[in-house]
């Protein structure tokens, strides 16, 4: 029974982290051959499992799971690392907009002064 009970438990981490990564997929672009060799051996494992082979099977599907969570990790960080590289000419726009706005108002104050005291 405690074998059940293990098995059940990494099928369903398993089926959580797939259905994460699958989620995942559409909206995103790097390179993802890593995440998706893990979903596979995931699968492979469960497979082996259902053939009767339930210790390999459970060994592959432990394993699978790992390597999809580690190379999901690391998709998600080059994606997040892409995200704020895209951001930055926006920043450096918007900056750039702030600063001749507080220049173009130091100039207004600047001309006020100028023209009351003529």
Known sequence: MHVGRELMRTLAVAGVV???V?????AIAADDTKVKEGT???????????AGKVGQG????????????????KY????FKESGK???PEAKSAWENTKSGAVAFGH???????????
């Open 76 to 79: 998600t960080g080059e994606k």
């Open 58 to 73: 459970v060994e592959d599907t432990a394993k699978g799971v790992g390597k999809t969570v580690v190379e999901g990790a």
């Open 18 to 20: 797939a259905i994460v």
């Open 40 to 50: 596979g051996a995931v699968e492979s494992g469960a497979k082996e499992i259902g």
């Open 22 to 26: 699958w989620s995942a997929g559409p």
């Open 108 to 118: 207004s104050v600047k001309n006020f002064f100028q023209n009351l005291f003529k």
């Open 86 to 88: 895209a951001a930055e």
